[in-house]
């Protein structure tokens, strides 16, 4: 499925995406919402149970913006986000 059409008509200021999802992995979300022109813009987060080592290269690459581990206080990701919103 497409991202654009899950999105059509509203588009976010910031995505928090996994990287193991059904249908589409988060780099696969990352690379389409950057395609796209209506959210090549948008900030992008991957909140995942992978280490950062393991994805910060093809993360990076592939348009992600923040990362944030899962299984750690929410109040990381809470923060992290605050961060990039300010």
Partial sequence: ???AHVINGWTPDIAVVDINMPGVDGFEVARQLRQDEQTRHV??????AQDEFTIRAKGIAGGFDGYCQK???SDLLLRLLEQIAG
Avoid: L, Q
């Avoid at 900030?43 to 995942?48: D, H, K, P, S």
């Fill in 71 to 73: 299984g750690r206080a």
């Fill in 1 to 3: 499925m497409a991202v």
């Fill in 43 to 48: 900030v992008i987060v991957v909140f995942t």
